[in-house]
């Protein structure tokens, strides 16, 4: 089912967008929350569209919140080691994460999402200096000739590696790889095959992968350098009742992994 924002059509895939900014609204909410994402919430209050997309969201925000502050985590670290860096957000969606942790000192920040939700996001969330929202889609070789390859990289995809197939993730590493010469860090979440067939039930186009160190095998130049369950992160889990479901889901690797961030180095 797709829908749509500020006048602006979005697909099954693109949608989920509207769902990780709610689920953060959400959080900002608790006291105290996981993310604290205050743009989000100013975010939200501007958009116009049809609520009954976050039907049945947010029940369980736990892991979105918990992949995100991971992600931050790691990503706040590489920023302040590589005051030079660049930063490419892909599929940034509506995300403030430019805003939330600031670009290297030096360096530049590029936030990339297809060129509907580029249009929705525009007038949305400030633009900072050193900051620039690219139109296009992971999956074309196009737009990555607009960032400079002259500097470390630190690349995130957050909520996208599970909508590609593994042929198109491969050929988005491999591009990543090949047009960044000194090299940097990649980060993602991925969901495992049982995951995907689930989620495939329920009419949302998923894609598993059970190993991490997948990419290692598919380009020679990329190490894993750390990974993250999320479930193991049940301790920060606000609400009781998830708390201890997520503690139970970490004790048998199945549901362990049913949603984890991986970091690699190239
Ligand atoms: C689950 S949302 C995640 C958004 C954001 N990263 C977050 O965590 O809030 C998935 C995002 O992937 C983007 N996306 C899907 N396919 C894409 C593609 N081929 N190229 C660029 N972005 C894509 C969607 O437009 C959407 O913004």
């Known amino acids: 089912m797709s829908g749509e924002a500020r006048g602006v059509r979005l697909g099954t895939v693109e949608k989920t967008l509207l769902w990780t900014v709610y689920i953060k609204v959400l959080d900002f909410r608790n006291d105290p929350p996981l993310l604290g994402d205050a743009w989000a919430v100013d975010t939200l209050d501007r958009l116009k569209f049809d609520r009954r997309v976050l039907r049945g969201v947010g029940g369980d925000r736990n892991l979105v919140l918990l992949r995100a502050r991971r992600i931050d985590d790691w990503a706040r670290r590489w920023i302040a ?12 969606g509506l995300d403030s994460r430019a805003l939330r942790l600031g670009r290297p000192r030096e360096g530049r920040w590029f936030d990339l999402d297809l060129p509907n939700v580029v249009e929705l996001r525009q007038g949305l969330l400030p633009e900072p200096e050193g900051y620039r929202l690219l139109a296009g889609s992971v999956t074309e070789p196009d737009w990555l000739g607009e960032i400079p390859s002259d500097a470390p990289v630190l690349i995130i995809a957050e909520g996208l590696i599970e909508y590609l197939s593994p042929d198109r ?20 979440d991925t ?31 990329l190490r894993l350098v750390q990974e993250r369950p999320l479930m193991a992160e049940y301790a920060d889990v606000p609400e009781w009742g998830y708390r201890t479901m997520y503690r139970a889901f970490n004790t048998w690797e199945p549901t362990r992994s049913s949603m984890r961030v991986s970091r690699y180095r190239f």
Do not use: Y
């Open 81 to 92: 080691e590589n005051p030079a860096g660049t930063v490419l957000h892909l599929a940034c």
């Open 169 to 188: 993730t491969r050929l988005l590493l491999d591009r990543l790889v090949e047009r960044f010469p000194q090299g940097g860090e990649i980060v993602f």
């Open 191 to 221: 969901v495992p095959g049982w995951v995907s067939v689930a989620a495939r039930a329920h009419g949302v186009p998923m894609f598993g992968m059970d190993d991490p160190r997948t990419p290692e095998r598919w380009n020679p130049k």
